[in-house]
């Protein structure tokens, strides 16, 4: 006892040296298993793999191009933008994908690389009620993160063929969905 007493000292600074090592050792553990993003490229989106047809079909892109001869269609990525939308200083991707199967149809697909896998998510586009999309046009990452797309819109008594509203609509990236500001 006399031994405990007398290197009391050492034994207490030898046991808070094990407890930081200990405990520096579970956070670079821990900092290890959270997700890194890279900037998503060009090529990264011409070749990427996007579920097309509101989900229905897995489309492999190979230079911005997929055809799925199974399920009859043929999807085209119509342009891209690059720039970071949701502020975490690393460059994300949208593109707009133009899928054909007797009619076709337009879908805005966001891009992130998570661990180096791409990961890509279709977009609603949000608008006034009762309009939809007919086309996408063009879209545009802002340097205040907001996204600008030119659409064709169908008003309410539009026939399917013909939108008669057209112009360029504002939103912001949050909560992984875009919100309309104008």
Not at 11 to 30: P, Q
Not at 101 to 119: A, H, P, T, W, Y
Not at 143 to 172: F, V, W
């Amino acid at each position: 006892m006399d031994i405990i007493y007398k290197y009391r000292i050492h034994i207490v600074v030898a046991l808070i040296f094990v407890l930081v090592i200990i405990g520096l050792f579970n956070l670079s553990a821990k900092a290890g298993n959270r997700p890194t993003y890279q900037d998503v490229t060009s090529s990264d989106i011409l070749n990427g793999t996007y579920q097309v047809w509101q989900g229905e079909v897995s489309a492999n892109f190979k230079n911005g191009k997929a055809e799925d001869k199974t399920a009859h269609i043929s999807s085209s990525i119509d342009q891209s933008a690059l720039g970071d939308i949701n502020g975490d200083k690393i460059r994300d991707g949208l593109a707009i994908i133009t899928t054909a199967r007797g009619d076709s149809m337009d879908e805005l697909f966001v891009i992130f690389k998570q661990n180096n896998i791409l990961q890509t998510k279709a977009l609603d586009i949000p608008l006034t009620k009762g309009n939809t999309v007919r086309n996408i046009r063009k879209v545009t990452i802002n340097q205040d993160r907001t996204i600008d797309l030119e659409l064709d819109i169908l008003a309410p008594n539009d026939p399917h063929c013909c939108a008669s509203l057209h112009g360029i609509h504002r939103y912001k990236f949050q909560n992984n969905q875009l919100v309309l500001i104008k």
